[in-house]
């Protein structure tokens, strides 16, 4: 059974910069394609980006577009999520995912695992 950890949420001031990471086990983390989503009080799960296990190709919401960056170590089997100039809307828990699919998936129905997310707060 796949499992993802993350970490590395905390309190940060806007504009500030904050990288996120998750460890993945118990499978073939080479064949997953890993996504970050996020969740504020209130709102929906939303997609925030993913990287495809094929080609790595990275996808991104046009929310975080240009100020969120995500890459993956095979070799550790972890992916990070690198948030710049962040803002108070970028407020939220941001969960982890994996999904076997391998093309752009960005519906958290697509995903088979989930970890237990991380809470990000931005301060005006």
């Known amino acids: 059974q796949v499992q993802l950890v993350e970490s590395g949420g905390g309190l940060v001031q806007t504009g500030d910069s904050l990288r996120l990471s998750c460890a993945h086990s118990?499978?073939?983390?080479?064949?997953?394609?890993m996504a970050w989503f996020r969740q504020a009080p209130g709102k929906e799960r939303e997609f925030v980006g993913s990287?495809?296990?094929?080609?790595?190709?990275?996808y991104y919401a046009d929310a975080v577009k240009g100020r969120f960056t995500i890459d993956r170590d095979n070799i550790k089997s972890t992916v990070s999520l690198q948030m710049n100039s962040l803002k108070p809307e970028d407020t939220a828990v941001y969960y982890c995912?994996?999904?076997?699919?391998?093309?752009?998936?960005?519906?958290?129905?697509?995903?088979?695992?989930w970890g237990q997310g991380t809470q990000v707060t931005v301060s005006l």
């Open positions: 995912a994996a999904t076997n699919f391998g093309g752009f998936a960005a519906e958290t129905t697509e995903y088979q695992f």
């Open positions: 990287i495809n296990w094929i080609n790595g190709r990275e």
């Open positions: 118990g499978g073939t983390f080479t064949r997953y394609t």
